[in-house]
């Protein structure tokens, strides 16, 4: 499935998700991402940037499993990203190109 990109706040980001399902949060159970990224889908991505800084940058993934479990991942935004689970979304999402369709 190709991921829909989206550009919002961060707020009204998660609770577009919320509306649509997504209630399992990542954050808490990143790990699971970075052992298991094979199980994971990216559907959403909403990206944020600050309006007085350029560097002060958001992106809110909504994330489904193979087992059915929908759910968010905040990160903030960076090529450079030391965030290991926010750079797997982001391989993820290059490499499904639409082609993930576990869902």
Same mark, same amino acid.
């Given at each position: 499935m190709k991921p829909t990109y989206h550009? @919002? @706040?961060? !707020?009204?980001? !998660?609770e577009d998700l919320k509306e649509k399902g997504f209630v399992h949060d990542f954050n808490l159970h990143h790990e699971i991402i970075v052992t298991n990224p094979q199980d994971y889908c990216v559907e959403h991505v909403y990206r944020y940037e600050g309006e007085t800084d350029p560097g002060d940058e958001s992106v809110v993934y909504g994330i489904a499993s193979i087992f059915g479990v929908k759910g968010v991942f905040v990160s903030g935004? %960076?090529? =450079? %990203?030391? =965030?290991e689970a926010a750079q797997i979304l982001e391989k993820l999402i290059i490499e499904s190109n639409g082609k993930l369709d576990f869902l």
């Open positions: 550009y @919002t @706040t961060v !707020l009204e980001a !998660l935004f %960076s090529a =450079n %990203s030391d =965030n």
